[in-house]
């Protein structure tokens, strides 16, 4: 019997449990994508492709790159994640582990294959990472190491819910935006763990690498309607403490976005509509300096939030 779990708005149906997946909790929501583990497959990946992204490291080294053949689909894969396979219409996935353990190649699968997919089946995906509060989805965007994962966490011990690391997957409905549970993980970059209060030092840490710690969280059952976006920006001449601004900036929308790796016609107009709905929500940029911890966020925010409430 296949393995079923739910997560980025899609219901992943594979041959084997999906470690990293077994404890979503997410209701299904009727997209489907199959997912079938072939050692070996990678080799049988069709030339000529065109290389559509790539994420490397300070010294230049590959992380993952995303390549697109105009009938195999795309192949995202690095050299310490595997080779994953996707169709062109993001329902069917062929991975190879290329030797790697689970923990490996299902990190690249959660971290970037199936937020690909939810774009290619017609959701939006910001770089975010979001909570449940009061019913709400508050979503926090920002470059490696701002600390949107670790204000999530924060805002977590304080009673808000989980709803996704990195990757948010959003579907407008009736007007609005709601944003769906991710994977029941975060990625912890080692430099935000170094801000981080002693109950987030604490979590239960299921891997780590030199880049990150793999921490487990309590994810969300059901999507949630987006309230609120905040870019967190750290300036090393930032203010000691969190300072909060309007941001009517569309393009900042627009770049927490995908849209640099798929660009047609109609993704675009769809992307453009999800904005607009985004921007009649609350937008604020944050800005802290470097020494800014967790908690400190945390705190900003949550008064932020309820200033607005009153």
Known sequence: MAARSTAFGLDVESELPL?????????????????????????????????????????????????????????????????HMLSTDGRLLVCDPEGLPDASWQRLLIAQVLPFAAVLQGLEVFHASAVVL??????????????????????????????????????PRAGALVGHPGSPLAGLDRAEAERAPDGLAAAEILGENSRELLVRTQAAAAPAPLGALFFLERRADGPAQPRFEPLADAGALLGATFNFILASPRRLLGLLDVCALAAQRRVERVLAGPAVDAAQLGAAVTRRLQEEAA
Do not use: M, N
């Open 134 to 171: 009061d019913g709400q989805a508050v979503a926090f965007v920002g470059p490696s190491r701002a600390g949107k994962t670790s204000v999530a966490l924060e805002l977590c011990r304080r009673g808000a819910g989980f709803l996704a690391d990195d990757v948010l997957a959003l579907e």
């Open 19 to 83: 470690a990293l997946l077994d404890a979503s909790a997410a209701r299904a929501t009727a997209r489907t994508l199959a997912v079938s583990l072939r050692p070996g497959a990678r080799c049988s990946w069709p030339a000529p492709d065109e290389l559509l992204c790539e994420d490397r490291q300070a010294d230049g080294s590959l992380i993952y790159e995303v390549r697109a053949h105009h009938h195999a689909g795309y192949l995202i894969a690095g050299p310490h994640y595997g080779a």
